[in-house]
C-alpha cells in the first residue's frame, strides 16, 4: 500500500468510527485545502452520502472566491450546508481592526462556532487540523474532549492506543475529532493531485503571488510563487523552507496566541 | 527518494530531562527540517527565558513546557535524511505523564531508548524499556547522551554499554545499536564528531536510515465489522482488514457465530468491480443472502482465533488512579466491547524497582504492570498478539476512560 493510501484509509476509519460513536455530529468546512480534502474523505467513507450537516463557519471577511467555491460545491455533492455566523457581533461592527486579532478570532470562529454546536446540540465536530501545521496542533488527539466551557485540558488528555478512541460524552461536553491529524501539507497537495480535487482558485499563482493558507481577506497574506497549478504547488511545497502559516496573522501577534485560542476552543 | 514511500514512525524515550526534545531538535535543525521562521521562534522564546538557544523548544511549544523545561504530553513531527522520511514521535519523560508516552509508543515502529551519561539508568528509563519490550518494538537505538558531561570518555560509555545490555536483555529488549552523543552540541548525531574518534559506529542518522518499515507478513483475513449503512437501499458493511485479505466471491466466516458467509461484492467509492482488498484497507462489503450482521463480528478466512469470554494478559495501568477488586471495566478490542472485571492478579510489579513483585495481588497501582485473567460478560474474539497483533491488543476502560492497555498471550 503506498504512502497516500494508507493515510486515505487511516482517515477513513475514524470517520467512520466518529460517526459510529456519535450521531449528533458535523463536519466543519473552511472551504480551504485541508477541510475540502476532508470532506472528499468523508464522501468516500460514506459512498458519496454523508449522513451529518457540513458547517461552514462565517466571520464575513471571506474572500469571495471562497463563497462561490463553497456554493458550487454544495450544489455538486449535493451537501447539507450549514452557515454559522455570530451576527449580533458582525452588526456591533466586529472586525480584526477592531481591538486584538485574538478577540476578533475568538468572536467570529470560536463563538460562532460555540452557537452552532449548541443550536444543533452536537456531540462531536470533524476538523481537518494537521499536526505539522503548529507545534500546539502537533500534540492533539484524533478525538479530543473539550469541556462544557470548550476548554481544551492539554495538560490531561485521554491516552490513545491501537485505534481505540475515548468517546464518552459528559452532558454539555464535546469532541473534536481530527482525521487528518497525520496528514502533512505536502501530503494534502500530493492527494488533492491524485483525487483531482477541485481547490479555491487564490492557491494559485496571480501576478508572481499565490496564498499558501486562506482564511479571512483581512489577516491572510499572500506568499511570493510561480506555481499556477497543482503540480508546480507540489514542487514548491517539497522544497519550501517556511512554515505554512507564516502568512496567519493570528499566528504572530505573540507567540502563545495559538495555545490561547486552542484553549477558549479555537480550531 | 520516492514520495509514495511512507514515513517511518520513531518513538523517542527515556528519562525525564536525559534529552529527548532536544535531541529532536537537533535532528530537525541539521537536517534542514526546521523552517527559518520556526527557528527564529524559538529563538526569541528562549531569549525571553533568558537562555541560550533551545532546540527542545521545536517539540516543546506549550507556554507551561517552556517555563519548566519539561514535556508534557507527546508530540509529532516529520522530517527527512537523503534515504527517507520519518514522523518523531516524542514522548513526556515523567511518571505522571506515562499515559503519554505509551500513546506515543504504541504508534511507533522503533524507539530511540534514551540516557544521560552523567545519571546514566533511572525509572522512567527502566518503565519506558519495558513498555517497548511489551508493545513488542523489535527495532532499538540506545544513545548514551550528554556524552560531553563525562569528557567523551571510552572508558565511561563502555561500562554503561555493558551495565545497560545486561539490563536491556533481562526485559527482552535487544537493542541494535548503543550509540554516544551529545545532542546539545550535535556530537554522532547527524555528523560524526572527532571529540568521539575513538568510536568507529554509525551516527543517530546512519542507525535510523537501517531500521525497516515493519514487513506486511501474509496471514488469514480477519475483517472486524465496524458499522452497517444503507445505500441507495444497498446494505454496505463497513470495516479496515487487520490481517490477511479478501476476495470477491469468496467463502468467509462470520465470527463468534462461526457462520459461513459468501462476499458478494467489495465496495469502494467510485470504484467498480474492486476484485480483492488488502491488510490496512477501510473497506465496505457486501454478502449475498440476508444475514443479521452488527458491529464488533468478525469476517475472517478461518476457524483459528479464540472466541472466549476469559482472557489470560499482560498489562500496563495507565491511568493515575490504580485498579481495586471488583471495579467494572470495558474491555475494547478492535471494533468489540465487552463489560469485563479482572477476575485474577497472579502477579504485579513495577518496573523501575523490578525488586518489588506481589503474586495474587488484590490491587494494580498506577504504572505497574500485571498478568492477570480477565472475565467478559460476553464472548469475544482474539488472537494471540505474537500471531496477529491487531487482534491480540486491548484496551481496559473505566468510567469511559482508558486506564490500561494490554496484549493477550
Known sequence: MDHLTRLENKSIYIIREAYYQFKEIAMLWSVGKDSTTLLWLCRKAFFGHIPFPIIHIDTGYKFPEMYQFRDERAKEWNLNLLIGKNEEKLKEGMGPNQGSKLDCCNELKTNALKMVIKKLNLKAILLGIRRDEHGIRAKERYFSPRDSQFKWDYENQPAELWDQYQSTVEEEEHFRIHPLLHFTEFDIWDYVKREKLPIVPLYFSKNGKRFRSIGCVTCCSPIDSEAKNIEEIVEEIRISKTSERSGRAQDKENIYTMQKLRALGYM | ?409
Open chain 2, 1 to 409: 527518494m520516492g514520495e509514495e514511500e511512507r514515513a517511518l514512525p520513531i518513538v523517542i524515550v527515556g528519562h525525564v530531562d536525559h534529552g529527548k526534545s532536544t535531541l529532536i531538535g537537533r535532528l530537525l535543525y541539521d537536517t534542514d527540517c526546521l523552517p527559518a521562521d520556526k527557528y527564529s521562534e524559538i529563538q526569541k522564546s528562549s531569549e525571553m527565558l533568558g537562555r541560550i538557544v533551545e532546540f527542545a523548544f521545536v517539540m516543546d511549544c506549550l507556554e507551561e513546557e517552556r517555563s519548566r523545561g519539561i514535556t508534557i504530553d507527546t508530540t509529532q513531527t516529520f522530517f527527512k535524511t537523503s534515504k527517507r522520511r520519518y514522523v518523531i514521535i516524542d514522548a513526556p519523560g515523567h511518571k505522571e505523564f506515562l499515559k503519554n508516552m505509551i500513546t506515543g509508543s504504541s504508534q511507533a515502529e522503533a524507539a530511540l531508548l534514551i540516557i544521560d551519561s552523567f545519571e546514566g539508568v533511572r525509572d522512567q528509563t527502566k518503565r519506558h524499556a519495558y513498555i517497548l519490550g511489551m508493545l513488542g518494538l523489535k527495532q532499538v537505538c540506545v544513545l548514551l547522551n550528554k556524552i560531553d558531561l563525562v569528557n567523551y570518555s571510552q572508558d565511561k560509555f563502555l561500562e554503561l554499554k555493558a551495565e545497560i545490555t545486561d539490563f536491556l536483555n533481562k526485559l527482552n529488549v535487544h537493542p541494535n545499536f548503543i550509540l554516544p552523543i551529545s545532542a546539545i552540541h550535535g556530537d554522532n548525531v547527524a555528523n560524526p564528531s572527532k571529540k568521539i574518534s575513538w568510536f568507529d559506529g554509525p551516527t543517530v542518522l546512519q542507525a535510523l536510515d537501517t531500521f525497516k518499515e515493519l514487513k506486511v507478513e501474509e496471514k488469514p483475513l480477519r475483517l472486524p465489522i465496524q458499522d452497517s449503512y444503507t445505500i441507495d437501499g444497498k446494505k454496505i458493511l463497513v470495516g479496515r482488514i487487520e490481517a490477511g485479505h479478501v476476495r470477491k466471491g469468496e467463502s468467509v466466516y462470520l465470527l463468534p457465530g462461526r457462520k459461513k458467509v459468501e462476499v458478494k461484492n467489495i465496495e469502494k467509492f467510485l470504484e467498480n468491480d474492486v476484485a480483492i482488498a488488502n491488510f490496512e484497507e477501510s473497506i465496505g462489503i457486501r454478502l449475498k443472502g440476508r444475514h443479521r450482521v452488527k458491529r464488533g463480528q468478525i469476517l475472517t478466512a478461518d476457524l483459528t482465533s479464540t472466541i472466549t469470554n476469559r482472557i489470560k494478559a499482560n498489562i500496563f495501568w495507565m491511568d493515575p488512579m490504580g485498579y481495586r477488586t471488583g471495579d467494572a471495566l470495558l474491555f475494547r478490542c478492535v471494533t468489540q466491547e465487552a463489560p469485563c472485571r479482572i477476575e485474577k492478579i497472579y502477579r504485579r510489579f513495577d518496573p523501575a524497582s523490578m525488586e518489588f513483585t506481589e503474586e495474587n495481588a488484590s490491587s494494580i497501582r498506577s504504572a505497574e504492570v500485571a498478568d492477570i485473567l480477565i472475565r467478559l460478560d460476553e464472548k469475544v474474539v482474539v488472537d494471540p498478539f505474537n500471531e496477529i497483533p491487531e487482534m491480540g491488543r486491548f484496551v481496559l476502560e473505566k468510567d469511559g476512560r482508558p486506564v490500561a492497555g494490554g496484549i493477550i498471550l
